[in-house]
């Protein structure tokens, strides 16, 4: 096993993407040359301005979106279509308000293979994972309640739990904290800190909060703005488990400000190719 | 009484008002029944003649709901395949659209050429008339989808039809239940206007054979009827809908 260790299980190997021909053909891209490599279990954070093309990566990652130059390989293998070993949590949480939050955290199962099949028959067993995933984010008590009558922060728990239920081996997080007030947000970041220590899969989270990618990930990459480009590439060494109280450390705030220095100045360099 | 009884009780104040202004400027200004009967005429004549109006009033009851009935089945269908697919959309809406501008009761003679009088114009004019914003309904329910939920449906594999089936109807269901009570009262007038020249029966022909016969009170009569049981209907299926889909009525102050 010890080659699988050595393979990247994310492997980005300069990878262009246009979303369609006519703008390959003018040569805009939505992201330009990405090469990244993430090991197994990894923690990785892409920050950067709106629309840099971090939800476009997501899309690459996942397989609904081929690259038009380059190659994704996950896992060993080249990714041909929708990846099913991922699993994806949005900003908005998306729950679907007729179901409850129980149903909602099932409904990949009814969708997802080897799952799908026997999910009648085994319903019995996906219910009792489901409530325990949701207890596991602090949702007990809570799973025969509408999305609806949830908090924010509950919603997005569940958003998360749903995106979980059928094991994944990669966790994909679009700004998924970006409507939550401050508190519930710090409150979410153990909540994920715990189930990724907890499971070990891989998680890809893009956000725009440089404490948050800091305080999470393993790696953080800085992406540019049109064309999205990682313009740095930062590990994080900072001990795990981390601690909420880490994030008012001077160790911790000088690599927030490292990169916050990074987005400013390519902000600046932004502003005068604009002129 | 509190504002929220009288919010309830008003429409049924507002009619009784209408009804008492009606009946004293017919009586002060002795306004003759051929002309506008009052309220009191008509109930008489409703009384007089309540065993013709109800026989009448239970064909064009049926006959509506059978007409009813085809366009839910037809709305549906139509609203499900246009709504899943954006080229059966581009195709059908324009058509539709202009199907829809045109005056049903200008399909009656039409229809009675090919069915003759009698139920089969008045089953398709109410079914004609009423099919349309049923599949309008449907189809704007199932267009509209979160693009974030597709990412992550498409992503665990979903076919086009898991989407559908798990998200698109469900979706689409508060929209099919507030058209419905649209349809139901469209299709009374369907009927109506049908069966005034293709029937022998039915609430429609009444109204045409009173007024030949210039009993105005029961022409009234009449539309009093088919009115009553519109909105019956129309309050029937309100109370489908609120139960049915409460998710989508939820008050803004929660539970």
Known sequence: ?????????????????????????????????????????????????????????????????????????????PVTGPLKISGMAFQSSSLLPWRTTL???????EIV???????????????????ALLASVGLSGYED?????????????????????????????????????????????????????????????VTHDLRESVFLADTVYVMSKSPGRFVVRREIELPRPRDLE?????????????????IGAMRKAGAVINQ | MNTKNIERWSPWLLLFGVV?????????????????PSPARILEQLVEHHLVIAAHAWRTFWVTLAGFGLAIVVGVLLGFLIGS????????????????????????????VWFGIGIGPAILTAFLISFFPIMVNIATGLATLEPELEDVLRV??????????????????????????????????????????????????????AGSSMQMGLAFAGLLVVGAMAMLMYELFGLVEQHTTAWAHRGSQGH
């Open chain 1, 103 to 109: 149903d909602n955290v099932l409904l990949p199962l």
């Open chain 1, 145 to 205: 309640k509408f999305p609806w009558e949830l908090s924010g922060g509950m919603q997005q728990r569940a958003s998360i739990c749903r995106a979980l239920i059928h094991q994944p081996r990669m966790l994909l997080l679009d700004e998924p904290f970006g409507a939550l007030d401050a508190f519930t947000r710090e409150e979410l970041w153990c909540t994920l800190r715990d189930l990724h220590a907890a499971q070990g899969f891989n998680v890809i989270l």
């Open chain 2, 156 to 209: 665990l594999g979903a076919r086009r039809w898991d989407v559908l089936v798990k998200v698109g109807l469900p979706r689409s269901l508060p929209y099919f239940y507030a058209s419905l009570k649209v349809a139901i009262t469209l299709a009374f007038v369907g009927t109506t206007v049908s069966e005034m020249t293709a029937a022998n029966e039915g609430i429609g022909y009444l109204l045409i054979s």
């Open chain 2, 20 to 36: 008492i202004l009606w009946q004293t400027i017919t009586s002060a200004l002795q306004v003759s029944e051929f002309i506008f």
């Open chain 1, 1 to 77: 096993m010890d080659s699988a260790v050595e393979t990247p299980f994310v492997d980005f190997q300069n990878v262009w993407l246009a979303y369609n021909e006519a703008l390959w053909a003018e040569g805009r891209f939505a992201v330009e040359d990405i090469s990244l490599q993430a090991r197994r279990g990894e923690f990785i954070a892409i920050v950067g301005p709106s629309g840099c093309g971090k939800s476009t990566f997501m899309k690459l990652t996942t397989g609904l979106r081929m690259p038009s130059r380059g190659s994704i390989q996950v896992d060993g293998q």
């Open chain 1, 246 to 262: 880490l994030t008012y450390t001077p160790a911790f705030t000088d690599i927030v400000h490292e990169l916050r220095g990074h």
């Open chain 2, 85 to 112: 697919s954006r080229v059966a959309y581009a195709a059908v809406y324009p058509l539709m659209t202009g199907f829809n501008a045109l005056p049903k009761a200008a399909f009656v003679p039409i229809l009675v």
């Open chain 1, 113 to 131: 293979e080897p799952y799908r099949t026997s999910f009648r028959q085994r319903r019995a067993e996906h219910v009792e994972r489901a409530r």
